[in-house]
């Protein structure tokens, strides 16, 4: 069955080909499909282009389909298209010519645009309270590792006194930026495109802001060729919001390897957590974190893949769009399960205490130095070229005890003032709204 198809069949390769896995792919939109319907159809009535008799009945019918998905228990059929077609035609079967009436002033295009929407907020949710998690692991192993010293590298080369506090500590703000990032791209998800149609508006009296309301979005995208102009954009933008937690990740996963490694040594896991070799008895490799680090490098990958799919596109409806679904919609997976390993993985870490007496990163120090000469009076400069020869003609000593009170810095990590920008941050997400929107559809 298609929505589109009049009396000629289409040729079967063409039909192969331009399908696609839009099944697959729209499992994942179904619930939010009946959702947009139901209040397609409740504004429908409200404007006279459903009976009011009719209404009850075609809510009830999509309220039992949205049972049968949560259930799992929906399938789209051999030989149906997508979504919107396998919706239709189980209320056609069901209720006759009053299931034929949903689709009246409406498009494919609109509600694959309203179902991605309603899709990527959701997946926004479960992401967000996936970092929010992440964010507080990291907060509490950097108040409690605050003083346990590390070295600091600049090119790879010992630079300066760092801490785990200071190092778990910069990956948890890097989460604060993260999720501003992640809320520009909800807030662009959450805007209404249902009643675009098919890019151009209708000529029925729709009234879009009713189910604006019904479906909890915070606005309309108002004009109608915008609204499809949507497509690929949005995903986009929400991909940018993706690759940048995924950046931090990764970055975070290159880190736990390299310090791991035996050459650092700072870090261990329990046996349990790592993998070994087949021929290499010793062997404890940090798996997970290599392959959270494959993970997100591919995930930081898909806007520059949406982008060239959408490049010098004209405005209107292409059926190039199709292809953004397919990594798109399977992103949210895998940045939620490197969110959720990350944050089990991190809570396992074993710190090393220690490190920096060993005898190598004596010169680690070495800024100390010409620091507290400074405090003593002399000039910076001077203090540096005293510094730096006394290295040279091996007659440095070290001041190993560390005075860093500024704010950020080893004895002043500001964590508070993270968590509350995390907090701002989270605030102005109204999943509130949704739920309630939801729940009024669902139980009217």
Known sequence: MKLWQKDKEVNKDIERFTVGKDREMDLFLAPFDVLGSMAHITMLESIGLIEKSELPILLNALREIYKDIEAGNFIIEEGVEDVHSQVELILTRKLGDIGKKIHSGRSRNDQVLVDLKLFTRSAIRETVENIIALFESLVELSNTYQKVLIPGYTHLQIAMPSSFGLWFGAYAESLVDDMQMMLAAYNISNKNPLGSAAGYGSSFPLNRTLTTKLLGFEDLNYNVVYAQMGRGKTEKNVSAAIASVASTLGRLSMDVCLYMNQNFDFLTLPDELTTGSSIM??????????????????????????????????????????????????????INDCLRIA????????????????????????????????????????????????IENKQFKALTEIYHTHEGSIGNLMNERLQNNMKSVTQDFNFETIDQAFHSLLSR
């Open 281 to 334: 008895p010793h062997k404890k490799n940090p798996d997970v974190f290599e392959l959270i680090r494959a993970r997100c490098n591919r995930l930081q990958a898909l806007p520059n893949e949406i982008s060239l799919i959408m490049a010098n596109l004209p405005s209107g409806y292409h059926r190039d769009m199709q292809l953004i679904k397919e990594n798109f919609i399977p992103a949210f997976q895998d």
């Open 343 to 390: 944050n089990f993985m991190i809570q396992h870490l074993k710190v090393k205490d220690n490190i920096l007496q060993d005898p190598k990163y004596l010169y680690i120090f070495s800024v100390e130095v010409v620091n507290n000469l400074v405090l003593e009076g002399m000039p910076f400069r001077d203090a540096y070229k005293k510094v730096g020869m006394d």
